[in-house]
């Protein structure tokens, strides 16, 4: 008889081995395909694989640690002065460190000029002498009148003071553009003076002689003038590359590029200080625009802007239309503004009413600081127009751009054929030398000029802040953590001044400027120059 296998015994038996066992031939193919494909490591692969990705810690950056370059007389300086720390550089040693950069074709048109920052004796100087757009860095320029006017410490007042009728009361616009919509800060300078505290102050005072029902004006007769220039163009304000021209507004609606301020920081800030005294319990009537009491024969300025060339702004920012201003006021678009009459008041008109209360800014000196650190065209002209009106010059732009340079040549600067309409830097009729600019920047570290001292302090650092956070980070990394400098960008006019500590820890001063070459090109060359400064001894 046939014998038979038992089921459930060898048979299946032999075909899990054999499941197994293709399993394996199965595994080995497959890695043989990636292999094959250089998806995985192993002898048939023919590409390596890509780096691992990296890791959340990275390497420390390190920059050059050198002290600031300041003297005993200057203003709170960060680290003890330079002065005769090292041999000075030589003229020779300077021209042959810039040879290549002088070279470069996008500095074929340029003005370069370089001093010794100590001393002030000029070691290169490359069409110094000839009259360019200067862009933003006119704001060195217009620091140097500001600091001739405002006292080292002097700071802004806002004031509201009672009107005609104890049911009135007056908000004095006393130019401080950078009121905190909350509670003041004292350790900034944006938002130094708070309009909470401000209200707080006024409603205490009318509850205690009963009135909980008023009349709310605003004084805006303290250097008065147009909110725009004619020779910008028509898209600065609405784009942001600007804001409006005002003597009182909040720290939160600074312009930025892409985020407009509002076309009229007044009637915001009034309406923000209304809310504030009715969340105090005060009813608030807001008055029309016009006549404040107790201040007569002068009448409100309507905001207006005006139009101008159609350009590329300083700093490089594209301009665009459609913006409007905060709590529903509007730019009266050609509207002409109203310039204040000369005169020579030290602080704004505070009317017979008594005070009421009252906020103060942070130093003019840091608001400036703060301006050559952002490139903020509108605060630089709202300090300036501050400035020529209490020293009985015009408040229109072209006005005060004629001041600055008479407080520049007062200075005993030499200011033949300079030209400025504007304070900012963004208008492209301003007209100055490169030998200028560095005349300014000497002139400020000799330590004699503390408003203007504290306001190169606040210039960009290469690599770090302001308008200087994203250069010299790459080829240029000798400049980096060392270079203070303004930059100026317009269309086809680029420029770029201040100051470096060199690898022998002596002070230089230099200035750039740059027509014809796109921003692109114009900035890699201005890096280079100053990087080629930094790394050299130069002796």
Not at 232 to 258: D, K, P
Request: hydrophobic content about 40%; proline content about 7%; glycine content about 12%.
């Amino acid at each position: 008889m046939a014998h038979e296998t038992q089921p459930g015994r060898r048979g299946p038996r032999l075909t899990y081995g054999m499941a197994a066992a293709w399993s394996v031939v199965a595994i080995l193919l497959g890695y043989a395909v990636l292999d094959v494909a250089d998806a995985a490591p192993g002898a048939l692969t023919v590409q390596p694989l890509p780096p691992p990705p990296p890791t959340e810690t990275v390497a420390t950056r390190t920059l050059p640690s050198v002290p600031q370059p300041t003297l005993s007389t200057s203003v709170a300086p960060p680290l003890p002065s330079l002065a005769g720390d090292t041999a000075a550089p030589t003229a020779a040693g300077i021209e042959q460190a810039l040879a290549s950069v002088r070279a470069l074709p996008a500095l074929r048109d340029s003005a370069l000029v370089v001093r010794d920052g100590q001393t002030g004796e000029v070691l290169l100087d490359q069409g110094g002498d000839e009259l360019r757009i200067p862009a933003s860095t006119t704001k060195l320029l217009s620091a140097a009148a500001i600091g001739q006017t405002f006292a080292p410490d002097e700071t802004l007042r806002t004031v509201v003071r009672e009107g005609d009728t104890p049911d009135e009361i007056v908000l004095v616009a006393g130019g401080d553009s950078l009121l905190g919509p909350g509670k003041g800060d004292p350790d900034a300078v944006a938002g130094r003076a708070g309009l909470r505290d401000l209200a707080e102050q006024v409603a205490t005072a009318l509850k205690a002689r009963g009135t909980t029902d008023v009349t709310l004006y605003v004084d805006e007769t303290y250097a008065a003038g147009p909110t725009t220039a004619p020779t910008w163009a028509s898209t600065f304000r609405s784009s942001g590359i600007t804001g409006a021209v005002a003597m009182l507004g909040l720290s939160t609606q600074r312009a930025r590029g892409g985020a407009p301020g509002p076309a009229d920081p007044v009637a915001s800030t009034r309406a923000a200080f209304a809310r504030q005294l009715e969340a105090r319990g005060v009813d608030v009537t807001l008055a029309a625009r016009g006549q404040a009491p107790g201040v007569p024969g002068s009448p409100m300025p309507t905001p207006g802007t005006t139009g101008g060339p159609s350009a590329t702004s300083s700093e490089g920012a594209t301009a665009s239309d459609g913006a409007t201003a905060s709590d529903g006021a509007t730019a009266a678009d050609g509207a002409p503004s109203p310039t204040a009459a000369t005169g020579t008041p030290t602080a704004p008109a505070s009317g017979p009413g008594s005070v009421l209360g009252s906020v103060e800014s942070a130093p003019v000196r840091e608001q400036l600081a703060l301006a050559l650190t952002d490139s903020d065209n509108a605060l630089t002209e709202i300090l300036a127009r501050q400035a020529a009106y209490r020293s009985g010059a015009g408040t229109d732009f072209a006005g005060v751009g004629a001041w600055v340079v008479s407080q520049v040549a007062a200075l005993g600067l030499d200011t033949t054929g300079v030209t400025l309409s504007d304070a900012s830097g963004l208008s492209r009729e301003n007209r100055v030398r490169a030998s200028l600019l560095s005349d300014v920047l000497v002139l400020g570290y000799d330590g004699k000029h503390a408003v203007l001292r504290r306001a190169l302090d606040g210039l960009p650092i290469g690599g770090l802040t302001g308008t200087l956070a994203d250069r010299f980070t790459g080829a240029q990394h000798d400049a980096a953590g060392r270079a203070r400098a303004k930059t100026g960008t317009l269309t086809g006019a680029n420029a770029l001044a201040g100051s470096v500590v060199d690898d022998d820890g002596r002070l230089l001063v230099f200035v750039g400027m740059v027509a014809g070459v796109g921003t692109n090109d114009a900035r890699a060359a201005l890096d280079r120059f100053v990087a080629a400064i930094a790394s050299c001894g130069c002796r």
